[in-house]
């Protein structure tokens, strides 16, 4: 039998930065440029590996708005995988995760064997010349190593016109999640994230 990965993953971040269009292009591979998020949604994917391992995500979605902070931060706990995502033709997004994200994942995220990914998104609109870059990549790495983000957790995508950068960070997000099945901090097996109900129509082979 394939080892099987059961894990929660979370996706923080200042309203509208795209959380939502990442979400519905990796499990439903389809993109809505007005979709707002009310308190929290949820979804699940598994992902089957080349190597013959799995691993089922289940993939919550919180709403960027300040009134949704305290909820935000309910649905963190537990979290295998956070993913902080900020606009990267947006600033001030990106400030707020150093400001208020990053710092929630490490007081509220104590599953063992955590990992936070930094996630640019909206990069269609940087290659496509409509909007600038609001954030160099040297002050995002910067960033990310002040907070315990390895670099090979940091990535840039568009759900709108980029889909391989969506599926490698949802790969990578997998791979890790797989790899780290069954280490606690302790040495002892640990069940991450918790008990994730399965849809059987929604599983993808990536690798």
């Known amino acids: 039998m394939p080892e099987e990965t059961d894990a929660k993953v979370v996706l923080c971040g200042k309203q509208d930065v795209g959380k939502t269009c990442l979400i519905n292009r990796f499990v439903h591979n389809t993109f809505c440029e ?19 391992r799995a691993s089922t995500l ?14 935000s931060a309910y649905y963190l706990r537990g979290a295998r995988v956070a993913i902080a995502c900020y606009d990267l033709t ?21 599953t063992a064997g955590f990992r936070a990914f930094v996630v640019g998104t909206k990069l269609d609109l940087v290659l496509d010349g409509f909007c600038s870059r609001g954030v160099a990549r040297e002050e995002v790495l910067a960033m990310a190593a002040r907070n315990g983000v390895d670099a090979s957790d940091i990535f840039e995508t568009s759900a709108k016109s980029k889909v391989e950068t969506v599926e490698a960070l949802f790969e990578r997000i997998a791979a890790c999640c797989a790899e780290g099945a069954g280490d606690g901090a302790d040495g002892s ?3 991450v994230g918790g008990a994730v109900p399965r849809r059987k129509d929604e599983c993808c082979v990536l690798g």
């Open 34 to 52: 007005t979709s707002t998020t009310i308190g929290c949604s949820f979804a699940t994917k598994r992902v089957a590996l080349r190597d013959g």
């Open 58 to 71: 289940a993939i919550w979605d919180t709403a960027g708005q300040e009134r949704f902070h305290a909820l």
């Open 90 to 110: 947006d600033r001030a997004s990106f400030q707020e995760l150093e400001d208020r994200w990053l710092p929630e994942l490490s007081k509220v995220c104590d």
């Open 189 to 191: 097996t640990v069940r």
